[in-house]
Every structure is written in structure tokens, then in C-alpha cells.
């Protein structure tokens, strides 16, 4: 804790009064009770005369933190006595730890308002304000309360810029940050979350499931639970390559890949329209307008398939990479996999390509369609 007075540092001496002077900073420019101040200085262990001790320390601060003006008058210190209390007349704003928090609260609303620009400025010079540890060398049952409070905000502002850097586009730069945050707080799922997005957009997509595998486990290993749903939402909305998971400028929707190890799926048919994500403002392209019959078929004979164990070869024809669709088929109850199916296709025709569930994937035991000529 440092106090600037006219640019210099006062001196605060030993824990005591660094200890009141931070009981005072609390409620800066408020009342602070006696009785208060000697709880929070002492909690259960104060001496038997608190008061004596507490006026002591104050007038060694009072006379600390007096200055002089630039005409040579003696300018009285802002720590002022009131019949039930003391009083630290300062402007809220000129102590760091309010400032922080205010910059905190109108950065988040810039974010709530779509403003990400200056809500992303607004967070960088709330986080310049930091210099270590909140109340580091104060030792005080408050002071520890206070703390953990103030490192709480300082933990969510971070995950707030690198929020505010993703829907700015920057995920390639914040990668380095969120893997730091991550190995630090493994067990916060919302910044394990926003990495497996910043892994998707930058073109990561099994990392980013590879990042939900090890957090299940982790949890599963650690605390016996299960992800979170939000959690388990993403997982399913990377395997499935929403479109609204995109990253931020990017124009037309980009090619759909071939899954990769794991079971990841394609893109859904579903016509889809303009909307405002959890994650991101983002326009999403419609697709696939007036298929959702085509689709009804095909999933009926994928379920069919599956009553009976037969293999099934789908093959929809229509203009180049039109149909590009994908979903899951769910094992019935018993199955020890599920087998998922993800079809692509180019020059008219589009082939069916599953994963057996063992975590390879192989074409399927039928000839590939050969390639229309024109």
C-alpha cells in the first residue's frame, strides 16, 4: 500500500497504522465509527484502551501526511477527527482500488452496449492501475477480506479484456494470455471455455477439443463433477461448427473441413438467421433455405439403419458443395459408441464418411461415387 502526497510517498509507518490508514481507505471519504476502526484493526485481540492506541497512530499519520502549498503555508492533512469517527477527505477517485472498480463497471457496460472498442480501453487502464497483490503488507482480518474481493475484480477484468480482445477479433494474440490464465485457474470453466474458442477461430479446432477432454477429466479426477452446461454447449457447438462461433469479420462462411479425431461433426442444414450470440454480435449465413425436408429423409433412413445394424451410404446430389451437411446419430441405449456421420462433397456429389468410435476415422466398406463427367 503506498499514499502519494503532492507526488511524495508518506511514510506510513509500522503495521498498526498501515493497518488504520487502510481501514480508513475502505470507506474513503466517509465516516468511519470508532468502534468500527478497532474492530477492524484488531478483530477479537484489541488491548484493553483500543482508543488510546487508535489516536496515537492517527496523529502520527496526520502529521506524516501534512505538506506544504507553493506559497509556504502548511496545507492540514486530509485524515480529520469528527465526534464519532475519523474521516479521510480525499476524492474517491484519486484512490486506485475505487478507480479500478469504476473503470471495471463502465468497461463492462461498454461491452453489455456493443461499444468493445473503448470498453477494451477502458479495461486496459484498469488494469494498469494494479501494481501487485492487494493489501500485501497489511495485516488485517479486513484487509484479507478486502483482498480477496479486490483480486476477485482484478481476475474478472482480465478475463473481461481478453473477452472484449476476442470480439474485437485479436483471438491469435490472446492465446498466449488465456494459457497462462488457464494453468493459473484450471478449474474456471469460463476461461477454459474462451480458450477452446480462441483455439477453434484460429483455425485449432481438435485442440480446442482436446482442451474439453482435459478439463471433463480434470473435473471428473478432482471434484467428481461434470463440465458445466454453458461449457458443454460449446463443446457441442465446436463439434458441430456453428457458424455463429466464427471469428469476428470474417465474411462469407468458410469451407467446412473434414472432421478430425474425435467424432467432430459438420455444419447443420438449419436456415439461420441474424442474431445476437452469447459470444459475439456476429451475421451468420443462411444455409441450406428449404432443405429441411431432404434432411427429415435422410435422418430417417440413418435411424432406420440403426434399428437394424445395416451400414448405410447416403449420396445427395445437388450443385457443388451444396450439400454440405452434418449431424449426429446417438447410439440407441446399450451401444457402447456413437457413430457419427459427417457429409461434404464437391462436383455434384457428396459421400458419407463415419468414425467407427475408436477414435480413428476410415471410409466407409463401399465404393466412393465416381465424378460426373459434364
Not at 485479436?170 to 474462451?194: H, I, K, T, Y
Request: hydrophobic fraction near 40%; proline fraction near 7%; aromatic fraction near 4%.
Amino acid at each position: 500500500m503506498r499514499i502519494l502526497r503532492d507526488g511524495r510517498a508518506v511514510e506510513l509507518g509500522p503495521g498498526r497504522r498501515r493497518a488504520i490508514i487502510a481501514a480508513l481507505l475502505v470507506d474513503v471519504g466517509q465516516l468511519v465509527l470508532f468502534e468500527t476502526l478497532v474492530e477492524r484493526v484488531w478483530d477479537s485481540s484489541a488491548p484493553n484502551k483500543p482508543m488510546a492506541s487508535i489516536h496515537t497512530y492517527v496523529s502520527r499519520l496526520r502529521s506524516a501526511m501534512r505538506t506544504v502549498d507553493p506559497a509556504g503555508h502548511d496545507v492540514p492533512s486530509p485524515l480529520l477527527t469528527e465526534t464519532a469517527g475519523y474521516r479521510l477527505a480525499v476524492d474517491p477517485m484519486a484512490v486506485d482500488s475505487v478507480r479500478f472498480e469504476r473503470l471495471l463497471e463502465d468497461a463492462e457496460r461498454c461491452r453489455d452496449q456493443g461499444s468493445f472498442r473503448q470498453g477494451r480501453e477502458l479495461i486496459g487502464r484498469a488494469l494498469e492501475l494494479w501494481r501487485g497483490p492487494a493489501y500485501m503488507d497489511v495485516r488485517a482480518p479486513f484487509a484479507e477480506a478486502e483482498a480477496e474481493r479486490l483480486n476477485s475484480a482484478r481476475e474478472r477484468a482480465a478475463e473481461l479484456a481478453i473477452t472484449l480482445d476476442m470480439l474485437l477479433g485479436r483471438d491469435a494474440a490472446v492465446l498466449p494470455r488465456l494459457e497462462e490464465m488457464v494453468a493459473a485457474n484450471p478449474f474456471r470453466e469460463s476461461l477454459q471455455g474462451s480458450l477452446m474458442l480462441a483455439l477453434y477461430r484460429t483455425g485449432r479446432q481438435a485442440d480446442a477439443l482436446g482442451r474439453y477432454r482435459l478439463v471433463r477429466e480434470l473435473l471428473a479426477d478432482e471434484l467428481g463433477i461434470d463440465p458445466g452446461q454453458e461449457l458443454r454447449d460449446l463443446h457441442e457447438r465446436i463439434l458441430a461448427q456453428d457458424p455463429d462461433l466464427d471469428p469476428i469479420g470474417a465474411g462469407a462462411a468458410a469451407p467446412v473441413p473434414a472432421p478430425a479425431a474425435g467424432g467432430e461433426t459438420a455444419r447443420d442444414l438449419e436456415p439461420d438467421p441474424v442474431r445476437q450470440t452469447g459470444t459475439a454480435p456476429v451475421r451468420a449465413q443462411l444455409r441450406m433455405v428449404g432443405r429441411q425436408a431432404e434432411l427429415r429423409r435422410v435422418q430417417e433412413r440413418v435411424a432406420e439403419a440403426w434399428s437394424d445394424g445395416a451400414v448405410l451410404a447416403v449420396t445427395v446430389v445437388g450443385e457443388a458443395a451444396s450439400a454440405r451437411v452434418g449431424w449426429r446419430t446417438k447410439s440407441p441405449p446399450g451401444r457402447a459408441a456413437d457413430r457419427q456421420w459427417w457429409l461434404g462433397g464437391a462436383a455434384g456429389t457428396t459421400t458419407g464418411r463415419h468414425r467407427c468410435g475408436r477414435g480413428s476415422s476410415c471410409w466407409p466398406p463401399w465404393p466412393r461415387p465416381r465424378r460426373r463427367r459434364s
